[in-house]
């Protein structure tokens, strides 16, 4: 089965085989990390909008897929790892790349200016820096490997940066509905105060 390949053999699959539902598991797997680097790094710039996410997620995979699949052919597939890093690079630098060039420098004053922040409500549930590597360390022991980027990110969205459950099913990396974000969300809190009932599924 897909799922039990290493990222590693899913990649050759996709580049020796062209197989889409090959390429749609790469896809389902590597989405969720490369929507968090990417709202990471669009914060450096401005507020990381869903609609901006999305764009930064496609331009990505278009850089990864233009000639063949070259950006995707040149990786040392050795480790498990390596894919990830390569991606995340490729993500960051994608951003870098758009808010940098001189052509978006005029545009990028003009975004700011229009910047929504997050409601008072969102504001007030916002976690204090100095505790969010114990809570992600906690919610790491907790998630599953297949759900963890996803979880967190979801998390992060919603507690770090103030996004609505609405906002955040918006992001087509997510794939979940309004339900299936606040389900994620109620689940992750349950666990952090230590409610047994934690283990809700997601829609």
Known sequence: MQDD???RDLLNLCLSSGDQQHW????????????????NTVR???????????????????????????????????YENTIFGYLKVVA????RDHFRSAENRAEEVEANDLVIPPSQDSTEQLIAQEQWEQIEARLA???TSETYERDMLIFRLHHKYGYTAKEI????AIGLTIKGVEAVLLR???????????SAGDE
């Open 141 to 143: 022991a907790f998630s």
């Open 169 to 172: 099913s918006m992001i087509p």
């Open 188 to 198: 992750l809190m349950r666990y952090l105060r230590g409610d047994a009932s934690a």
């Open 92 to 95: 960051m630098n994608t951003v």
């Open 24 to 39: 749609k598991e790469f896809v389902r797997r590597t989405q969720p990390m490369l929507a968090n680097v990417i709202i």
């Open 5 to 7: 390949l290493p990222i």
């Open 44 to 78: 450096r710039w401005r507020e990381p909008l869903p609609s901006l996410v999305d764009d930064f997620i496609q331009d990505t995979y278009l850089k990864l897929i233009a000639n063949d699949y070259k950006a995707l052919r040149s990786i040392r597939n050795e």
